[in-house]
């Protein structure tokens, strides 16, 4: 893990939105890449003038969730479902996880697409039912657009949070990229996230309940 995160932050570092756009894209179809580990660094190196904005990796981490979304949107749209759980486990997509989302997605509708965006698993996997069931694409990119924008501004501004803690030398080493203590940088941003996370699942959690309310009174 150690070496793939300096990997990814070697991607950020010298490709700067480049290598926002594409990892985010991967964290958005099959590839197990935390964006928690992508926009983050990049808005700190971008407060510190590494080359790029802070809105600029906003938007560049908004268009890779919309492009690797897009991406396995039309491929489960082509090649259907029982291709997908058949063949889905040797592309990090075993049937377990994959039946998971398509239940999600049955109940939750296309409110499900924009809340998805904050939901750990759940998030990299939801545009797979949503092709199988051939939901519109102009529906399904604009809910992923606006809860992957909202998904990224608040790991924009959890970045520059950390940042502003990180001392000039450990600051100079990160622009340099080298000499960083990458482990040490993650749990900085977890302990900062906390609260943030505690956020998301309480608004989850209450458009759960109210779309589970509506359907009770709906059947009965």
Sequence with gaps: MQSLIETWFHWVHEWGYGGVILLMAMESSIF????ELVVPPAAILAAQGGGMTVPGVILAGTFGSWLGAAITYWVAFLVGRPIVLRFGKYFFMPQVKVLRAERFMHRYEGGGIFFARLLPVIRHLISIPAGIIRMGFLKFSILTVVGSAIWCWVLAVLGQ????QLDPQQMAALKAG???DLLHLIHAVKQEALWIIA?????????????RLTAERKTG
């Excluded at 949070?161 to 502003?164: A, E, I």
């Excluded at 956020?199 to 779309?211: E, I, K, Q, T």
């Design 178 to 180: 080298q000499g960083v």
């Design 199 to 211: 956020a998301v699942a309480v608004v989850c959690l209450l458009y759960f309940v109210a779309m």
């Design 32 to 35: 197990p890449v935390p964006s």
């Design 161 to 164: 949070k950390v940042g502003d």
